[in-house]
Structure formats: structure tokens, C-alpha cells
């Protein structure tokens, strides 16, 4: 049966999703015959973007670990989000600002902002600076969300993991920019605790994820 939604069988779209299990996107794409437009649309088809709590069984206890990998996941999401809702922004300025020859520029810029920069492209990339030559703001947001993600892959121990966040804010502080405005309060709530993560890398819960 094919997915009125997509192009591949159900049964090929199940097999992708059980084949993310201790993998990632890109693996994937290398592994089997799918574009990583056409993985990440069947992610959006088939995860659930919300949890149904009364469906699952009820627990008695949470560790430590389980609490900041809740809380990395959360973290995540919000820088991300974050670039997202300024590119938002910014396209609907420049759609008011710019001459209709220029209009082009601000076209299929959703997904290449949101891989990696070496999971992109040559095409992407080419769109996105297109793009980003249009706005400044959204270049150096671009930049801090790289930053960040970058110190969550590579820091290892929990007290150098955030001192470089620290780093970072005030990096994000000087920048000017507010879209971060929000994450950065919530790092002053959950910071320390999901900082635990880098004490010894056992999940990926704060590399970045195209969802």
C-alpha cells in the first residue's frame, strides 16, 4: 500500500523509521534509496509531534540522567526554534522590502536552515546565502545556533561544557539579537541540570534534529 501522502510504501516508510533506531538522518540517506527531503517528510507523517501521557503506564521514579536528557531535548528544540521563528520574520520584511527580482531569494530557504551546513547541498547552501545576504540578523543567529550545537557535540566535562555556554550568552547578549531571549532564561532555569549531558556523552540528545 502507498501513502496517498508520500511515494513510498508503508511498509519501506515503517522500514526507515525502524532503521533510525541507533542511526542518524544522513546515515540513512547514504544507506537507503530516499532523499533527506523525502526521510524527513515521512518523520512528519509518521512520529507523533505530541505524547499521549494517559496512554502510557505510570512510573514511580525518575533519575537524574532521564531528567536532563527530558531537559537537553527541550534545550534543543528551543535554539532551534528560535533561528526559526527570526527567519520567519525576516522573510516577511524582505517580502514588503525587496524588488519582486529579488522575491526569489527568499524561496526554499526552510529546510537548507535547517541541516547542518555539511549536510547541505551545494544548491541549498547557494539559496541560503542568497538569503542571508539579505539579513545580517538571521546570518549571525544562523552562526550562534552552529556555535552552540558545536559545544554540545564537543565539550567534555560539565564544567567545560558550561563555561562555554557562558561564552556563548554573552556572545548572544552582544549580538543584539532577541530571538534568543527566551532560550537564554530558560538556560537559567534548566542550564546546570542539562549540563549533566556532558559528563560522559552517552546520548546525542542535544545534537541538532531536523523535526
Request: hydrophobic share 40%; charged share 30%.
Given at each position: 500500500?502507498?501513502?496517498?501522502?508520500?511515494?513510498?510504501?508503508?511498509?519501506?516508510?515503517?522500514?526507515?523509521?525502524?532503521?533510525?533506531?541507533?542511526?542518524?538522518i544522513?546515515?540513512?540517506?547514504?544507506?537507503?534509496?530516499?532523499?533527506y527531503?523525502?526521510?524527513?517528510?515521512?518523520?512528519?507523517?509518521?512520529?507523533a509531534?505530541t505524547?499521549?501521557?494517559?496512554?502510557?503506564?505510570?512510573?514511580?521514579?525518575?533519575?537524574?540522567d532521564?531528567?536532563a536528557l527530558?531537559?537537553?531535548?527541550?534545550?534543543?528544540?528551543?535554539?532551534?526554534d528560535a533561528?526559526?521563528?527570526?527567519?520567519?520574520?525576516?522573510?516577511k520584511?524582505?517580502r514588503?522590502?525587496?524588488?519582486?527580482?529579488?522575491?526569489?531569494?527568499?524561496k526554499?530557504?526552510?529546510?537548507?536552515?535547517?541541516?547542518?551546513?555539511?549536510?547541505?547541498?551545494i544548491?541549498e547552501?547557494?539559496?541560503?546565502d542568497?538569503?542571508?545576504?539579505?539579513?545580517?540578523?538571521?546570518?549571525?543567529a544562523?552562526?550562534?545556533?552552529?556555535?552552540?550545537t558545536?559545544?554540545?557535540?564537543?565539550a567534555?566535562s560539565?564544567?567545560?561544557?558550561?563555561?562555554?555556554?557562558r561564552?556563548?550568552c554573552?556572545?548572544?547578549?552582544?549580538?543584539?539579537?532577541s530571538?534568543?531571549?527566551?532560550?537564554?532564561?530558560?538556560l537559567?532555569?534548566?542550564?546546570?541540570?542539562?549540563?549533566?549531558?556532558?559528563?560522559?556523552?552517552?546520548?546525542?540528545?542535544?545534537?541538532?534534529h531536523?523535526?
Open positions: 500500500m502507498v501513502d496517498p501522502n508520500g511515494l513510498h510504501t508503508k511498509a519501506f516508510e515503517q522500514q526507515l523509521i525502524v532503521g533510525l533506531v541507533n542511526s542518524t544522513t546515515d540513512l540517506v547514504a544507506k537507503e534509496d530516499v532523499s527531503d523525502a526521510l524527513l517528510g515521512i518523520l512528519d507523517r509518521w512520529v509531534k505524547v499521549d501521557w494517559d496512554a502510557l503506564a505510570p512510573f514511580s521514579t525518575l533519575g537524574i532521564e531528567i527530558t531537559k537537553g531535548h527541550r534545550v534543543a528544540r528551543h535554539y532551534r533561528v526559526d521563528r527570526l527567519r520567519k520574520q525576516e522573510i520584511r524582505l514588503a522590502e525587496l524588488p519582486e527580482e529579488q522575491k526569489a531569494d527568499l526554499r530557504t526552510l529546510w537548507p536552515m535547517r541541516k547542518r551546513l555539511e549536510d547541505r547541498t544548491d547552501q547557494a539559496q541560503l542568497r538569503l542571508l545576504a539579505h539579513s545580517p540578523a538571521l546570518q549571525t544562523l552562526r550562534l545556533r552552529e556555535e552552540l558545536t559545544i554540545f557535540e564537543t567534555r560539565k564544567l567545560d561544557g558550561l563555561r562555554r555556554i561564552l556563548w554573552e556572545r548572544v547578549i552582544k549580538s543584539g539579537l530571538c534568543f531571549d527566551s532560550f537564554l532564561a530558560l537559567d532555569t534548566w542550564g546546570d541540570l542539562s549540563a549533566n549531558y556532558f559528563i560522559d556523552h552517552r546520548t546525542s540528545g542535544f545534537k541538532e531536523h523535526s
